[in-house]
């Protein structure tokens, strides 16, 4: 059955201090993959989104995702965090239909 | 533009009830989704439209029904609701330039709705 699995439910980091989320899926044939960012008590908003080519895809807010073919993931990563980027990610993949993940809550501490 | 607009925002059911939720969008946007958001369990499709007039069944559609008289609103309608019901549920919007959910998805602000 085709998933996405964010293996990490919650993470901790420091402000300034990188970030990488992980995501794998399983699909048949590669799918399109998404990023999705979910403030508190907000709906979600795209972050950035792969479907052919150039494997380092770039998106809003400084963050940016690598799409490895061999090891069906698409991790998302971030350089220098800040405690605006506190909220839930939600990796999601797609043949015609959209499969989320189960989200990442990531915490920003000072 | 307001985007994707949910009403209402709370709601609370008591076992049994029926409720509709309506979602509209200004973007002139072809499909439009609804989903239920549960902890642990991400976004799970509910319903999608691709088209005025058109629905289609998600991962989830036991317990709802859905429609698309106007091109800007789809309705998740509820005709008897149930605990397991209580979530919160999320419209979207995409513009159909591509195929079904492989387009940016606009989301809307949610509704959170316990049934009692």
């Known amino acids: 059955a085709q998933s996405v699995t964010q293996p990490d439910i919650h993470i901790t980091v420091s402000e300034g201090a990188s970030l990488e989320l992980r995501c794998n899926y399983s699909?048949?044939?590669?799918?399109?993959l998404f990023w999705y960012v979910q403030s508190p008590g907000q709906g979600l908003q795209l972050l950035l989104k792969?479907?052919?080519?150039?494997?380092l895809v770039q998106g809003i807010k400084g963050f940016e995702a690598e799409f490895k073919r061999s090891q069906s993931s698409f991790n998302l990563r971030k350089p220098s965090v800040h405690w605006s980027d506190a909220a839930e990610y939600f990796c999601a993949a797609s043949d015609y239909k959209l499969s989320f993940g189960a989200g990442t809550t990531v915490t920003v501490r000072a | 533009n307001a985007g994707v607009t949910q009403t209402p925002k709370f709601r609370v059911l008591k076992t049994g009830q029926s409720m509709t939720l309506l979602c509209a969008q200004d973007?002139?946007?072809?499909?439009m989704y609804w989903y239920r958001q549960d902890p642990g369990m991400g976004l799970r499709l509910i319903h999608y439209?691709?088209?005025?007039?058109?629905?289609a069944k998600g991962e989830v559609p036991d317990g709802y029904n859905v429609s698309r008289l106007k091109k800007q609103n789809f309705l998740l309608g509820l005709e008897s609701a149930a605990p397991s019901q209580t979530s919160v549920y999320f419209c979207?919007?995409?513009?159909?330039?591509?195929?079904?959910?492989?387009?940016?998805?606009?989301f809307g602000p949610g509704t959170r709705l316990t049934v009692l």
């Open positions: 973007m002139n946007h072809e499909y």
């Open positions: 699909y048949g044939a590669t799918p399109y």
């Open positions: 792969y479907f052919s080519g150039d494997t």
């Open positions: 439209s691709v088209g005025e007039g058109t629905t």
């Open positions: 979207a919007s995409s513009s159909g330039r591509g195929a079904v959910g492989t387009d940016t998805q606009y």
